[in-house]
Nanobody
Framework: QVQLVESGGGLVQAGDSLRLSCAAS????????MGWFRQAAGKEREFVAV????????YYADSVKGRFTISRDNAKNTVYLQMNSLKPEDTAVYYC??????????????????WGQGTQVTVSS
C-alpha cells in the first residue's frame, strides 16, 4: 500500500505561483511513475503532468505546458508541481498519483493505483 500526502494548496491571485508537494510512504518511491491530476467542480479528473521513475522524462497537458513543472526528489520520497502564471481556470482540487508497476508513461486516471487526498488550489482574477 502506498500513501500519498499532499501540501501546498491555497488561494492565490491570477499570475501568482504556487508549489505543490506530495510525500509518499514506503521504500520504493523510485519505482513509481508519478503523476499530477486535477479536478474542477463538476468536471472529470484530468491529467496535468507525469514524471518517469528517475525524473528523466516529463510530459504535460497542453493547458499547463510552459507554466507548470513537475519534478521529484527520490531521496525525499517527494514529487513536486511548480505552478507559475496561474489562471482562474487552474482552479481545481489537485491530486498526486502513483503507478507502482508502470508499463508506460500513463496520462489517464485508470493507470494509477494510488492517490493522494487532494489539495485545493483556487486562483482568483
Amino acid at each position: 500500500q502506498v500513501q500519498l500526502v499532499e501540501s501546498g494548496g491555497g488561494l492565490v491571485q491570477a499570475g501568482d505561483s504556487l508549489r505543490l508537494s506530495c510525500a509518499a510512504s514506503g521504500r520504493t518511491f523510485g519505482t513509481y511513475v508519478m503523476g499530477w491530476f486535477r479536478q474542477a467542480a463538476g468536471k472529470e479528473r484530468e491529467f496535468v503532468a507525469v514524471i518517469s521513475r528517475n525524473g528523466g522524462y516529463t510530459y504535460y497537458a497542453d493547458s499547463v505546458k510552459g507554466r507548470f513543472t513537475i519534478s521529484r526528489d527520490n531521496a525525499k520520497n517527494t514529487v513536486y508541481l511548480q505552478m507559475n502564471s496561474l489562471k482562474p481556470e487552474d482552479t481545481a482540487v489537485y491530486y498526486c498519483a502513483a503507478d507502482p508497476s508502470p508499463s508506460y508513461i500513463a496520462t489517464t486516471v485508470y493507470d494509477y493505483d494510488y492517490w493522494g487526498q487532494g489539495t485545493q488550489v483556487t486562483v482568483s482574477s
